[in-house]
C-alpha cells in the first residue's frame, strides 16, 4: 500500500523519527549478510520491534533473474513518476501522484533508509536498465503493532510477466536473511492481482484490519528465510 495523501514528508512518515540504528549496517544480499549474527528472534513477533540494523538502505542491491532491486536515488525521480502518474498503477489510491508529490515521496523514501533501516526500492529491469516500479519494506504502525509491510507496484506495460512476484521474492529473502521474521502486506480486497502476488510468495490472509481511515486485508508472512519462488534466486 503507498501513502499519496498530500504525499508530503510529514504525513507520509510513519515510522519513529529518533530511530537509530545499531551495527552491521550491510548491503546486498550476500552469503554472510544472510548467514551471519542474526539478531535473536529480532521480529519473530508480530508485535516485536524491528531489528537494529539496516535492512533496506540506499546500498541495498538484491538481485534475481530478470531484475535488481536497489535502494532509490532522487535519479529515479523521472522514472518513478511515471509509475505513480499513471491512473491504471494509482487505480486504488485517491489520485494518481504528481512529480512533485513524487519528489516528496521519494525524499521520504530516502530518509526511510536511515531513520526506520527500511524503505521501498526501485526495481530495475535488468535487460534495459529502466525503473519499472518499486519494492520494499515499510514500517508501519497498525492497531497498535508496528509492522514491516512489503509493497510492490509496476509500471502499467510490466503487469503480467511476473515481476512483482519475483522481485518481492527477493526482498523477502534479503530480509529474512538478515534477520526479520515477520512481514505484513495491506491489500484492498479487489485489489485481486496484488492480492495473487502475496499468495503466492506464501503470505496468509491473516485478518481485516483499519489502518488511516480504510479497511485492508492484511496479508501475513513467518519465515526463517523464504524459499524464493521463481527462478530460484535471490
Ligand atoms: C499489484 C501489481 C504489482 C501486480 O502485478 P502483476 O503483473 O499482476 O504481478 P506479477 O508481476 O507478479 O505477475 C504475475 C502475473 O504474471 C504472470 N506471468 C507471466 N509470465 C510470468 C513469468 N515468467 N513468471 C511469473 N509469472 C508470470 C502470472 O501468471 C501472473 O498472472 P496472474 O496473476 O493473472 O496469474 C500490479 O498490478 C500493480 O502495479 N498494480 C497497481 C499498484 C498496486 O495495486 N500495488 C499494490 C498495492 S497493495
Avoid at 505484513?184 to 506464501?202: D, F, H, M, T, W
Wanted: aromatic letters at 6%; charged letters at 30%; one cysteine or more.
Amino acid at each position: 500500500m503507498k501513502d499519496t495523501a498530500s504525499a508530503s514528508p510529514e504525513s507520509l512518515h510513519t515510522g519513529p523519527r529518533n530511530r537509530r540504528q545499531g551495527g552491521g549496517l550491510r548491503s546486498g544480499c550476500d552469503d554472510e549478510s544472510r548467514g551471519g549474527a542474526i539478531d535473536s528472534d529480532p521480529c519473530g513477533a508480530l508485535s516485536a520491534e524491528p531489528p537494529a540494523r539496516a535492512i533496506l538502505t540506499a546500498r541495498s542491491r538484491i538481485e534475481t533473474g530478470r531484475l535488481i532491486v536497489r535502494g532509490f536515488t532522487m535519479g529515479d525521480l523521472d522514472e518513478i513518476a511515471q509509475v505513480f502518474g499513471d491512473p491504471q498503477v494509482m487505480w486504488t489510491k485517491p489520485d494518481t501522484m504528481t512529480r512533485e508529490q513524487t519528489g516528496a515521496w521519494l525524499e521520504d523514501a530516502l530518509r526511510r533508509y536511515s531513520s526506520d533501516g527500511m524503505g521501498e526500492c526501485a526495481v530495475v529491469l535488468r535487460s534495459t536498465g529502466r525503473v519499472i516500479g518499486d519494492c520494499g519494506l515499510v514500517l508501519r504502525e497498525i492497531e497498535s503493532e508496528r509492522l514491516p509491510e512489503l509493497n510492490w507496484d509496476l509500471r502499467r506495460d510490466m503487469w503480467g510477466n511476473g515481476y512483482a512476484t519475483e522481485a518481492a521474492s527477493g526482498v523477502l529473502a534479503h530480509s529474512a536473511g538478515l534477520g526479520l521474521r515477520s512481514f505484513c502486506a495491506l491489500i484492498k480486497k479487489q485489489n485481486e492481482r496484488s492480492g495473487r502476488v502475496a499468495a503466492r510468495l506464501g503470505m496468509k490472509l491473516e485478518r481485516r484490519v483499519e489502518w488511516e481511515g480504510g479497511t485492508w486485508d492484511m496479508w501475513v508472512i513467518r519465515c526463517d528465510r523464504p524459499r524464493s519462488v521463481v527462478h530460484g534466486e535471490a
